[in-house]
């Protein structure tokens, strides 16, 4: 297998500066970077909060940027639903509608062929949704990914992939990687705007011949960044850090690398420690409305019955609204009666919590120290709680 690793990408898109990566410090394969795009610089790596439909739920974008967010996520197939692209874009493109300043990336949809694989039809084209709101029907391939997304006007847009669930006998992980590097080629053709990055996604599942092969089609074809899909859809976390580094590895050393989905504290560790730079996950507001909070050494439940007399926030130290103004007992207390107060405090004190440890990371590795952070965020070796699945943010 041969490392991509100090081969410089190919044709890129982007040449008149609007988009790139500046790596300025290293500690082993973990990386400090400036990630520049037409809506401002970003710090890497980065942790990006996940508004599917154009929203981070239950916060507003004011209370997002006072959590230390950069830059935010939202989804192709869901705003194509329910606004549509056209609307979007006469309402003054995805920035002005969502009231978001800062950068913006939109998924292409393909992560819906796994989470919504039972209202969806695969062919070697597209892929056929039936609409979970109203039924009708939704056709999403290359072109209408590009079109959709041009129309959308994020910063950091994503070629449609094929992703399959894992397990997965390796006939269905070919025919996902063939259809991905077929509909890569088919995005890069039809993208239409200068002014977005265009990133490929890697698939392959646990099959690193297929990541191989996969990795070096797309860096042929040649794209602004490279993502790693199809992890986090149901393989152990022994298994995705055995694969990312390798994974890793295959992509250019001078672009951006973006693992998508992956979001508990252990597993964005694992990843930046491999020299990955980007990450989102709906983790932190999905776990915030089912009153799941994230502290440094854990994270609290807060239903139980311990927080009805804790007077304290929910984690010292922290600087979030939530922990300088409310007591554990009362948010506790909101949950309970369910005020919609408490999932809201909880989720900005999550968004909150990611980003300082996002930002506590960044200073170790530009101190040459990643490796001590286990003893100031106990969390990033444990296996934290997930609250009930839900698609959306």
Not at 154 to 172: S, V, Y
Not at 353 to 361: H, P, S, W
Request: proline share 6%.
């Amino acid at each position: 297998m041969t490392s991509n690793a100090l081969r410089p990408s190919r044709q890129p898109i982007i040449r008149d500066g609007t988009f790139s990566l500046e790596v300025t410090h290293r500690d082993g394969q973990a990386r400090l970077g400036l990630l520049t795009t037409p809506h401002g610089c970003v710090d890497t790596p980065v942790f990006m909060p996940v508004g599917t439909a154009g929203s981070i739920k239950g916060v507003t974008p004011d209370q997002v940027l006072e959590t230390g967010t950069q830059m935010i996520l939202a989804n192709t197939y869901h705003l194509q639903l329910r606004p549509s692209a056209e609307v979007v874009a006469q309402l003054g493109g995805l920035h002005r509608f969502m009231g978001w300043p800062g950068p913006i990336l939109t998924d292409s949809g393909g992560y819906q062929i796994f989470s919504l694989s039972g209202i969806c039809k695969l062919t070697d084209n597209a892929v056929e949704f039936r609409s979970h709101v109203d039924g009708a029907l939704l056709r999403l391939g290359p072109a209408e990914a590009m079109r959709i997304q041009n129309q959308l006007g994020a910063d950091i847009i994503m070629a449609l992939d094929h992703c399959p669930p894992l397990p997965c006998d390796r006939e269905t992980l070919e025919s996902a990687v063939a259809r991905t590097i077929r509909w890569a080629r088919r995005c890069k053709e039809e993208h239409a705007r200068l002014d977005q990055a265009l990133f490929g996604i890697v698939q392959g599942g646990l099959d690193l011949e297929l990541r191989a092969r996969c990795s070096e089609e797309l860096i042929g074809i040649g794209f602004d960044g490279y993502a790693i899909g199809g992890l986090s859809v149901g393989e152990s976390y022994e298994e995705m850090a055995a694969a990312v580094p390798t994974i890793v590895g295959l992509l250019p050393a001078d672009q951006p690398r973006y693992l998508m989905g992956v979001g508990m504290p252990r597993d964005i560790l694992t990843a930046v420690q491999a020299g990955v730079d980007m990450f989102d996950c709906v983790l932190p507001t999905r776990n915030g409305r089912n009153s799941f909070a994230f502290t440094a050494e854990g994270a609290l439940r807060m239903r139980n019955e311990k927080h009805r007399l804790a007077d304290g926030p929910l984690e010292l130290g922290c600087d979030c609204l939530a922990c300088r103004q409310f007591s554990r007992g009362y948010i506790r207390h909101l949950f309970n009666v369910g005020e919609m107060l408490g999932p809201t405090l909880t989720s900005i004190h999550n968004l909150r919590f990611y980003q300082r440890f996002l930002g506590r990371i960044r200073d170790l590795i530009r101190e040459g120290r990643l490796g001590t952070i286990i003893a100031e965020y106990p969390i990033a070796t444990q296996a934290v709680p997930v609250a009930g699945w839900e698609e959306s943010s």
